[in-house]
């Protein structure tokens, strides 16, 4: 019969022997995996704490990465709003200050006629300059426009009322003097000269 090894479990059981080369090897066996619960190296006869902490090591990593996910998709989302905010009271500013511009020269023009061509000069420059957006560039012009022609309207007005004021005294002095060469003296013509008078005044002093 062949000779067998020392060693060999049949003849040296390993829990005999604390210090066996043989336990050592088992007790590697079983105890490795459950250090290194990442990548357990799957012994002969698994126990029952090594299946039921598998699941669970899979279930947190998946966690972990829907983690990670939800706040990239948060990150992404934030930076979106926080964009389209910048942007929204980027256009409010512009618009304020071009509203700003056009009120302005409304009030001047309102305030004093007179310097209407002065500030229809400021707003072809200011639209040269491109002060204005592409949709308020028509608004300035149509409000130049207007203030053009309303100065011109009462520009004619105030002219038509000098001459029918000067026709008027003209008149007047035209009549009295022929009265004086008549030598009308009744009370009915003197009330009437009166009259006359007292409206030339009156047209004199609005003048």
Not at 75 to 94: H, I, P, S
């Amino acid at each position: 019969m062949l000779e067998m090894p020392q060693w060999f479990p049949a003849l040296v059981p390993a829990e005999s022997n604390r210090d066996s080369p043989m336990r050592e090897m088992v007790g590697a066996m079983v105890r490795g995996p459950m250090k290194r619960m990442k990548r357990p190296m799957r012994p002969e006869n698994p126990t029952n704490t090594w299946k039921s902490v598998l699941p669970l090591l899979q279930y947190q990593k998946k966690k972990k990465k829907k983690k990670k996910k939800k706040k990239k998709k948060k990150k992404k989302k934030k930076k979106k709003k926080k964009k389209k905010k910048k942007k929204k009271k980027k256009k409010k500013k512009k618009r304020e200050i071009a509203m700003f511009f056009l009120t302005a020269l409304i009030r001047l023009c309102h305030t004093s006629v007179k310097s209407a061509e002065d500030v229809l000069t400021r707003l072809a420059f200011w639209v040269q300059a491109g002060h204005f957006h592409s949709g308020m560039d028509s608004i300035a012009m149509e409000g130049a426009s207007s203030v053009k022609q309303s100065a011109n309207a009462r520009d004619e007005e105030d002219g038509a009322d000098e001459v029918a004021l000067r026709e008027a005294v003209v008149l007047q002095t035209q009549a009295l003097r022929q009265d004086q060469r008549d030598g009308d003296d009744s009370p009915e013509r003197r009330q009437t000269v009166l009259r006359e008078e007292r409206m030339g005044e009156d047209n004199e002093g609005q003048v």
